[in-house]
């Protein structure tokens, strides 16, 4: 599936979520860029909140994601996950209400710094925690370093989302 017009774009200096634990991922800078450092050896997620806009036309989401590696690698994946939590007018935001996660392998490129896109696409629904247009959201976007074969840190430098063409 091909990436449609672009929704929401939310950068790395926005992520919530950032330090609060041990193997949360953490913010840092390279290059003075700011990124998201997702350590390669544990499971460590973020989130983004924002509101789903009003031209969104039903037809599904696909993330992409942003990042850099920081090794010289040859035939290594990074596995992301992504999941959505509708918030809306009757969500309490003292819980977690998150749809099931969505998982996608993407090879990492042989040349640290190098930004690549990776998309995973979620279809209107369930999969989307039913959020229509309008409605406030979280998006959670985690790395499990234990899941994939890569043990390099990933730098996430933005997440954009696109609707589903």
Known sequence: ?????????????????????????????????????????????????????????GSGVTIRIHFASDEILASKTAIYRTRFERIGQSQDIDIDSFASNIAKAHTLNTTPGIVEVMEIVHTDGSQMDNLVAGELFRLNVERNGSFDNSSADTYVTHVELTETA
């Open 1 to 57: 599936m091909a990436a449609g017009p672009t929704l929401i774009r939310f950068p790395a200096r926005d992520a919530e979520g950032l330090g609060r634990s041990s193997t949360a991922p953490r913010s840092a800078r390279r290059n003075l860029h700011y990124v998201i450092r997702f350590d390669g050896t544990v499971a460590s997620s973020c989130n983004w909140t924002g509101i789903l806009p009003q031209q969104y036309g």
